[in-house]
Antibody
Framework: QVLLVESGGGVVQPGTSLRLSCAAS????????MHWVRQAPGKGLEWVAI????????YTADSVKGRFTISRDNSRNTLYLQMSSLKAEDTAVYYC???????????WGQGTLVTVSS | EIVMTQSPATLSVSPGERATLSCRAS??????LAWYQQKPGQAPRLLIY???TRATGIPDRFSGSGSGTEFTLIISSLQSEDFAVYYC??????????FGGGTKVEIK
């Protein structure tokens, strides 16, 4: 069965960096585009970034552009989100999600909490 | 960016009753609309894609309809496990993918 497991969250100070990982199994990882979606405490879902199946094409939300970078290692079946210059408003649970035939998200990880606080 | 607006924000329904949730897009998204269910402390779960196609394993009491800018999710007879927050998401024109603000379905 499809399994997505995020890791790397924690409590960090404003202005610092953090890298999230998402380990994928149960499907041919290299065949699918992948997304990061976040959810601030008590709030709704916010799309963060997408990467194509081969890693060549990426897009990020304007709210994180220039600070967050999505990448993947298909040999390790792992998705990454490199976050830098973190702000308090980046505090959220970060989910990785697999796209299906089009950009609906058919499988989600359990999420990892990032807290940006001094 | 396409703005998705869900209504109502909260829906109070008795078990066994029907729930009707709405989602409106700021411009036409065709049928490129998905619905997700999220329970407290859990990740979202895909319910519907293509506006009306149920995802694998989703009970037939969940049905989606609509196209263009107006969409509806109907839960025909609410079960205890259906009380949750529901989100719509468009994938017609991206980036960005955009989600509605959610509708919380609570027990009346």
């Amino acid at each position: 069965q499809v399994l997505l497991v995020e890791s790397g969250g924690g409590v960090v100070q404003p202005g610092t960096s953090l890298r999230l990982s998402c380990a994928a199994s149960g499907f041919t990882f290299g065949n699918y585009g992948m997304h990061w979606v976040r959810q601030a405490p008590g709030k709704g879902l916010e799309w963060v970034a997408i990467i194509s199946s081969d890693g060549r094409v990426t897009y990020t939300a304007d709210s994180v552009k220039g600070r967050f970078t999505i990448s993947r290692d298909n040999s390790r079946n792992t998705l990454y989100l490199q976050m830098s210059s973190l702000k308090a408003e980046d505090t959220a649970v970060y989910y990785c999600a697999k796209r299906d035939f089009q950009q609906w998200l058919d499988y989600w990880g359990q999420g990892t909490l990032v807290t940006v606080s001094s | 960016e396409i703005v998705m607006t869900q209504s109502p924000a909260t829906l109070s329904v008795s078990p066994g009753e029907r729930a009707t949730l709405s989602c409106r897009a700021s411009e036409s998204v065709g049928s490129s609309l998905a619905w997700y269910q999220q329970k407290p402390g859990q990740a979202p779960r895909l319910l519907i894609y293509g506006a009306s196609t149920r995802a694998t394993g989703i009970p037939d009491r969940f049905s989606g309809s609509g196209s263009g800018t107006e969409f509806t999710l109907i839960i025909s007879s609410l079960q205890s496990e259906d009380f949750a927050v529901y989100y719509c998401q468009q994938y017609h024109r991206w980036p960005p993918l955009t989600f509605g603000g959610g509708t919380k379905v609570e027990i009346k």
